[in-house]
């Protein structure tokens, strides 16, 4: 598709959109129970409410594997594109890692940090001041009338976003890093700070240093350093600040959230990692949810999603929602809508909650209900049990026998490699409702305390457990 010109410009029509989506769609949902099963979901949820279709991908892949940058976003059956019937992805990379733990917050703080910086000798245009303030306009209008607060970087340097992290702490410290400005795949010497667009490069034609071996990686373009025309800073140095800067202030205070305007951030292309893309980078270092445009997009597309996106946050909906109402915004007969991509850092079927509203008010006395999901099973410690215990094909068969797991509905369990996947489909199926008792998690949690009763984290939540508070 990008050899072809598909991904830029007006030659990737709406038709094209189709063409490509229809071969996504029979790709991902296959002749079999999966398409009948998504259907089935299609005609329950219908208009009155949105379904989550969230796409896992191995962080264990091959040089030659592209699954991460194809726009599974167009997804097209005969109704139309998915997203016009209510659906809304997301991705998530499966790999060990905590499940982050969000309190409410009463405001949003947004930084917008507006990077005027190009590079005319790669293509990239300097910004105006035109096309910041359209996306600064987008911003106010979703704070004007939500509980949205903004505050602006101008076309700081690397070391001046560093310096705002470290002294705006706690209260002050932004839950969400807007980044508006130039993105790049490539490979920077980090000797002169030279960049170069091809992906295998031998030496740096600035200085003469070797690159052999070097990764390629996504970049962002900042206010560049004396004598330089931009400075690119990449999505592992990105990724450690902000991780650095969660890990001084705690998950209450740290960022959940980063969106980036800038074009191929979503990208990871060329090496034996998904990581080296900004996205997947941010991913890997914490970041809880990432929002990025893994294609070239317009100022307009841009400032229109941000305005519909960042009101549907102030209103308190999930990050998906807000997500599908951005590119509902973009226009779905454009040529813009499918570019955002959201990753997510954890399995939410619920479809991603950043900032809940405060409760009001919770009575100590009521005990939690004990419906369990995935999200439930992963931040609880639950999931790794699973993978650490049940660890072979006849400990996997024991529990499912014990939930009444139909035998048939079975995945193939994997020979090698790790289990968290396999895991994570048992429960996606319960909760979509391949048990005749029901999608409640809660099921696979006392199966496991019932085999295995002296294991404290499943007895710390089995539903035995709960009847004895």
Known sequence: MLEQGLLVG??????????????????????????????????????REQLHIQLVFSDKVERRSRLVDYPWE??????????????????????????PQLPPV????????????????????????????????????????????????TSPTWQELGDYLTENTHE??????????????????????TIHRELRVERCRGCGESLMGKVPQG????????????????????????QSVSLEQGE???????????????????SDTLFNGVAQSLIQHQVPAVLAMQYNVTVDGATAFADRFYRALGNGKPITTAVRLGQQAMGIEGNQWYRPVLYLRWYDNEGGQLFANLPIHTPPEIIPPTHMNLQDLT????????????????????????????????????QSGILLGYWQGICRQI?????????????????????????????????QKRDHI
């Open 10 to 47: 007006e030659a990737f029509s709406q038709q094209m959109q189709q063409v490509i989506g229809q071969g996504i769609y029979a790709a991902l949902f296959p002749n079999g129970p999966g398409r009948d099963l998504l259907q089935r979901m299609l005609a329950i949820s219908g208009s």
């Open 74 to 99: 167009l997804a097209h059956d005969q109704g139309g594109f998915l997203v016009q019937q209510q659906v809304v992805f997301s991705r998530y990379i499966g790999f060990v890692g905590t499940t």
């Open 106 to 153: 009463k405001n949003i703080n947004v930084l917008l940090v507006s990077s005027s910086a190009g590079d005319q000798e790669m293509g990239l245009e300097p910004l105006g001041s035109q096309e910041q303030k359209a996306v600064l306009d987008g911003l106010q209008r979703a704070a004007a009338e939500q509980r949205i607060q903004i505050r602006q970087l």
């Open 172 to 193: 002050q410290a932004p839950h969400i890093i807007h980044f508006d400005g130039h993105g790049f795949f490539g490979q920077r010497c980090d000797r002169c700070r």
């Open 219 to 242: 970049y962002l373009l900042f206010k560049p350093r004396e004598g330089q025309t931009a400075d690119y800073i990449s999505a592992m140095e990105l990724g450690d600040l902000l």
């Open 252 to 270: 209450k205070y740290g960022v959940r959230l980063m969106v980036m305007s800038a074009c191929k951030t979503g990208f990871s292309l060329a």
């Open 379 to 414: 931040r609880n410690g639950i999931l790794n049990e699973l993978v650490s215990l049940f660890n072979n094909q006849d400990m996997a068969n024991l529990l499912l026998d014990t939930v009444d797991f139909p035998v048939h509905l079975r995945p193939v369990f994997p």
């Open 431 to 463: 909760q979509n409702g391949v048990l005749p008792s029901g999608n409640d998690l809660q099921l696979i949690v006392d199966g496991a305390a019932n085999i295995y009763p002296a294991n404290l984290i499943f007895q710390k939540y089995s539903s």
